[in-house]
């Protein structure tokens, strides 16, 4: 297996992981897209899930 393949791997290893570890998935690709930006679509998706997945307190307006 070559180097491209095995990025490709972990690339959607960590697509598979990411409601479970959203931000660690979401920093993993960014740190892969430096190595082969074809993953840029893929790190989109994870930082997609990454911030619906936060929880921000709610103001009410009174």
């Keep these: 297996m070559g180097a491209a393949e095995a990025l ?3 690339g ?3 697509v598979l992981v990411r409601r479970r570890f959203p931000m660690a998935c979401a920093v993993g690709l960014a ?7 074809s993953v840029a679509l ?3 998706v994870a930082a997609y899930t990454a911030t619906r997945q936060m929880r921000t ?3 009410r307006v009174g």
Excluded: E
Excluded at 31 to 37: E, K, Q
């Design 12 to 14: 959607i290893a960590l």
């Design 31 to 37: 740190a892969l897209t430096g190595a082969a930006p």
């Design 8 to 10: 490709a791997v972990l």
């Design 42 to 44: 893929l790190t989109a």
């Design 57 to 59: 307190p709610r103001q």
